[in-house]
């Protein structure tokens, strides 16, 4: 008997046991997903078979997963029309929230009593490394580690989201499901960059950088490589929850569906981000925009959730929880001042964030420069680290 098709608590033992074994050893990003998916998102008791969300199947559709891809090619559409105006303008905006939202959860947590280290240790060596570089002239240095840690932050956040969805259904359904979709996620990521390499050589957003040289018919394999793998696991996964649901009338099958649609809107960024931003930079913007958008999407239902998060791990893995999508903390007056006072409380920072980069630009200081890439490295190591089980307990 399969994990939904038994009891609740069968379901909850056997996804909390693959969700364990999957986060031993690994780090990132990712590891945020991994546990709040162990800690703190359950299926509805009244309803073991009905899949998780952040917060409701339509709005994870639309700025978490598959309805990016709609997104990310109507941008595409409107710098061909109009230009990148808005679109650079959006992006400034959001990458300010985007790195807040990382502060934020440092904040709230108060995870520089826990781990000093990781939160003021090594964000002072990198800010340190990056000033030393930048005094010495090694900007084309400084781009290249920019241009490449971009490309692994934004696929590892894609490989974490659709893993927040995967762990709550059980984790992968065969090893065959996790080799397509591991697949599925780091092809596109290797395809983009070598397109981007081989056909922007010299430039990276306007700033020379170090280029990998692996030619045009390498570049060219591993991009129909990379597509041929993301149609083959979206065609097995049709293929499996089609064939769940004759067999056991389960109506949404082995595979959640947040799961695909993260590695559609996936493959779609890397494609026309990196693939079309080689012949014109705001492209890159698109895939900007859209990891900004979705890592505020679920760092916000975070802290919307933290209190269930706490009761969860204070009680056990096998409790089950009010489900995520549950639309009753609406219906009321006091369910709106509560979402209101989460929303408020999550901005604070973010639009600090916000303020300090519109002061340090008026101010035009010169020793400020290196500050903004080395509060961009930071929060790639940050975002590494704040996010493990470990700290997601404090």
């Not at 659709?162 to 397509?180: I, K, T």
Request: aromatic share 12%.
């Amino acid at each position: 008997m399969s994990a939904r098709s038994g009891t609740v608590s069968e379901y909850h033992a056997l996804g909390s046991r693959r969700m364990i074994m999957a986060m031993k050893g690994r780090q990132g990003f990712v590891d945020a997903l991994h546990a709040a998916a162990l800690d703190g998102i359950s299926v509805n008791a009244h309803s073991s078979e009905r899949p998780l969300w952040l917060f409701s199947r339509c709005a994870d559709f639309w700025l978490a997963s598959g309805g990016a891809s709609l997104g990310l090619l109507a941008a595409v559409l409107l710098i061909l029309w109009h230009g990148d105006r808005e679109l650079d303008g959006m992006d400034f905006v959001l990458s300010e929230f985007h790195l807040g939202a990382t502060y934020d959860a440092i904040i709230r947590r108060r995870l520089w009593r826990q781990r000093q280290g990781d939160v003021l240790v090594v964000p002072l060596i990198i800010l340190a490394l990056t000033y030393a570089l930048s005094m010495t002239g090694q900007a084309m240095l400084l781009t290249s580690i920019a241009m490449y840690a971009a490309v692994w932050h934004r696929g590892r956040q894609s490989l974490g989201v659709a893993r927040f969805y995967q762990r709550g259904m059980g984790g992968p359904v065969s090893r065959a499901h996790d080799f397509l979709f591991r697949g599925a996620i780091y092809l596109p990521m290797l395809a983009g960059t070598l397109a981007y390499t081989h056909l922007a050589p010299v430039e990276y957003e306007g700033k020379a950088y170090f280029a990998l040289s692996c030619g045009a018919e390498i570049t060219s394999i591993a991009g129909l490589a990379a597509a041929s793998w993301v149609i083959a696991y979206l065609a097995w996964t049709l293929w499996r929850n089609r064939g769940e649901r004759v067999i056991s009338a389960a109506p949404n099958g082995l595979i959640h569906q947040g799961e695909w649609w993260v590695v559609l809107a996936h493959a779609v960024a890397f494609g026309s981000g990196y693939a079309l931003g080689a012949s014109n930079a705001s492209f890159l913007l698109v895939l900007a925009v859209h990891h900004e958008v979705q890592y505020l999407y679920f760092t916000y239902a975070l802290v919307r959730h933290r209190g269930s998060f706490h009761a969860m791990s204070k009680t056990g893995t096998g409790v089950a929880m009010e489900d995520l999508d549950s639309k009753a903390s609406y219906k009321d007056e006091h369910g709106l001042r509560t979402q209101a006072g989460h929303a408020i409380s999550f901005l604070v920072w973010p639009v600090i964030g916000f303020v300090g980069a519109i002061v340090g630009g008026w101010s035009e200081l010169e020793w400020l420069a290196p500050l903004g890439m080395g509060g961009l490295f930071c929060h790639y190591w940050l975002d590494g680290r704040i996010w493990t089980r470990r700290s997601s307990q404090n």
